[in-house]
């Protein structure tokens, strides 16, 4: 690490930066309100507003430029206006787009004139409104280039002729440095929060810039050194902002980077390159929480680069997450995607699998209560069922029920239009129509809560109850009910089979759940005509589904959360990581193509030597070469997660993997930090 990037490191880390720093008083919405002004001008408007607001700040030692100074953003509209809308729509989390993935590439190809033009050009032929929505992006390409002018400004004003230069070049025009594309990129991102959309990803970043440095390198503009250099100040830049972005808890912000993965079209050749692996080194240098970084592999993936991925994981980052393309891409063309797109998959937020520029997906619009779905079933049907069978059918009656009715509810979708968003998305220009419409793809996606929690249940329920007869239906009954006496509870808990001991029968049970998932959305069409992905992961559900539901045949108390994502039950006794991964690789993740990963934890002492990595690295290498979806690991320490709960001032670096992203351990609530802790810790 230079000395140049180490003392920005050390500014971020500080928050010095946030001296800088105001709350803008906006025009009024009201005023917007009494003019009747359409939806999409408000958002081209007020990302007007947003930009003229920020004041051009160069920090000490930066070279790639945009600082958040203005930190609100504006309402567009009023209480009254936000109640009409509620009445008559399904409202998806804050209303705002979130979770896609804009081509970034295109735009930092072309440039902002050039788009600006394309808009032109739409405009033969269109309707009034349609033109109305055009100019609308023409005024957000406005704002942004006058923003980046008063920039340029600025560094001529402080002898930064180069800064300067590379500004009069873009974003007005194409690209042509690696030093010019991030900072376009820097552009882009900068402007998409401005706008309000969030959870902002970043694609597969090593295939769009690859071409920049490749370039650079063969004509001498830079060398490795000097481009490894840019790199980490570019990662340093989705810190900068980055605790004004909305999330459930800090950090849940969205800003994953994807690295590696087939090439689309190229017969199933991997795009892993000396710009991923610089990713992985500056990722593991800086240990910062943002990017995230998510590998994508497969079994022809080489160990060499499982290694350098579990150095991340080595260094406390709770990342990288491991994406299976052998799976992934057969599942999604299994759900109606074309190829050569389900073959440039990335992620959303979290794990999700979206589409870059063609999808305007929902992945996470709903979740499945799986422990909620058995203790009613053993409620309702346990005592007229007279085998296991008759009993899983009731359950899958309900499962059937519960995802046609989360389906059901969601009647109209509305969504803030996104005008500058919808410039960075395949034929939304083209087709004049805003992306918060829709795009080629238009599916939902519904978590699996509790997965583990449920098999674990049926399978008392197949051994116990109808096989050995060992508990009763009213002993069951008891349990669910919370009257159980706690010596029966401690036996299911810690006695029976469980999900993750490699046990071939329990392991069918789970196959056969996510096989009823699926089917269970099989036929779901949504109000926008995309399909519905089934998925094994749980987002935040896995605390807030958990209060509502009472103990359980597995052994769980009332209360008590659930595993997160797809991963044991925390208090599982397990034989260790192997029979983890036989288990919990077991289903055909084909079906279930919304992703969800298993999360484990390993000790941090199994890094203490190079043996230890190695191992580490092999257990990820057959986890996909088993078929296994999804994977993320954390290297963890419960004595130095108490610590910093006591101390929270001395470990304010801690990173934890939480979901499905990463977080400094000390800005967490507590419930999340106390699930950390609680997590089972792994040795190899």
């Not at 002898?159 to 873009?170: D, F, H, S």
């Not at 490749?214 to 100040?233: I, M, Q, S, V, Y």
């Not at 088993?626 to 801690?654: C, I, M």
Request: a negative charge.
């Amino acid at each position: 690490m230079t000395e140049r990037i180490q003392n920005l490191l050390s500014l971020i880390r500080s928050g010095k930066h946030h001296i800088y720093r105001h709350k803008i008083s906006y025009r009024p919405v009201e005023e917007l309100a009494r003019c009747n002004m359409p939806d999409e001008e408000r958002s081209a408007e007020r990302l007007r507003e947003v930009l003229e607001a920020q004041e051009p700040i160069i920090l000490p030692g930066q070279r790639i430029l945009f600082l958040r100074t203005a930190e609100n953003l504006p309402d567009i509209f009023t209480e009254t206006e936000w109640e009409k809308i509620y009445k008559s729509n399904f409202i998806h989390e804050h209303s705002r787009v979130c979770n896609i993935c804009p081509n970034y590439e295109k735009t930092i190809r072309r440039g902002l004139l050039a788009e600006k033009e394309r808009c032109a050009q739409a405009k033969n032929g269109a309707s009034p409104s349609e033109i109305r929505w055009l100019n609308c992006v023409e005024k957000s390409i406005d704002a942004i280039l006058n923003f980046a002018e008063r920039y340029r400004q600025k560094a001529l004003e402080l002898g930064m002729a180069e800064e300067a230069a590379i500004l009069k070049r873009v974003p007005a025009y194409g690209a042509s440095t690696f030093r010019e594309a991030l900072q376009f990129f820097r552009i882009l991102h900068f402007t998409l929060w401005c706008e309000g959309e969030y959870q902002n990803t970043l694609g597969r970043f090593d295939q769009y810039m690859f071409p920049y440095l490749e370039k650079d390198l063969a004509a001498g503009r830079l060398n490795e050194e000097e481009a490894f250099e840019l790199l980490e100040e570019f990662f340093l830049t989705f810190n900068l902002d980055n605790d004004l972005y909305p999330g459930i808890q800090q950090g849940d912000n969205g800003q994953s980077l994807m690295l590696g993965g087939v090439i689309p079209g190229s017969g199933g050749k991997d795009g892993f390159n000396l710009l991923s692996d610089m990713c992985l080194q500056a990722s593991g240098e800086l240990l910062v929480i943002d990017p995230k970084i998510n590998l994508r592999v497969s079994s022809r993936t080489p160990l060499s680069v499982y290694e350098k991925g579990t150095r991340l994981t080595k260094a406390g980052l709770g990342f990288p997450q491991y994406s299976n393309d052998d799976v992934v891409i057969e599942g999604l063309v299994k759900k109606g995607y074309r190829r050569e797109d389900a073959e440039n998959y990335t992620v959303a937020a979290c794990w999700e699998f979206i589409i870059p520029e063609y999808g305007m997906e929902i992945p996470n619009i709903g979740a499945v209560n799986f422990p909620e779905l058995i203790n009613r079933t053993i409620s309702e049907h346990l005592e007229e069922s007279r085998s296991y069978e008759e009993f899983y059918h009731f359950f899958t009656e309900a499962l059937n029920h519960n995802c046609a009715e989360i389906n059901d509810n969601i009647q109209s979708i509305y969504m803030v239009p996104a005008p500058f968003m919808s410039l960075l998305m395949a034929d939304c220009i083209e087709n004049r129509r805003d992306i918060s419409f829709g795009n080629r793809y238009n599916n939902f996606g519904y978590h699996g809560v509790g997965i583990s929690s449920a098999v674990d249940s049926l399978a008392v329920v197949k051994k116990c109850i109808f096989t050995e007869k060992s508990l009763t239906k009213q002993q069951a009954l008891s349990i669910v009910r919370g009257d159980a006496d706690s010596a029966l509870l401690a036996r299911l808990r810690y006695e029976e089979p469980k999900f993750g001991d490699g046990d071939a029968w329990v392991n069918d049970i789970a196959v056969t759940l996510c096989h009823d998932f699926a089917k269970a959305t099989e036929n779901l069409r949504n109000i926008r005509g995309g399909c519905v992905r089934a998925g094994t992961g749980s987002a935040m559900f896995y605390l807030w589904y958990a209060e509502h539901v009472g103990s359980m045949l597995s052994g769980h108390c009332k209360g008590e959360a659930f595993s997160a994502n797809y991963a044991p039950e925390l208090f599982v006794r397990n034989k260790g990581p192997l029979s983890v991964i036989s288990s919990l690789t077991a289903p055909d993740f084909t079906e279930v193509a919304n992703g969800g990963p298993l999360t484990m934890e390993f000790h941090s002492s199994v890094f203490r030597d190079e043996d230890g990595t190695e191992k580490v690295a092999r257990l990820v290498y057959q986890f996909i070469r088993h078929g296994g979806l999804q994977l993320q690991l954390n290297s963890v320490n419960r004595k130095t997660l108490l610590e910093a709960q006591r101390d929270p001032d001395s470990y304010r670096n801690l990173i934890v993997r939480i979901w499905g992203w990463s977080a400094y351990f000390v800005e967490l609530d507590r419930e999340f930090q106390d699930h950390v802790i609680a997590r089972q810790e792994f040795q190899v």
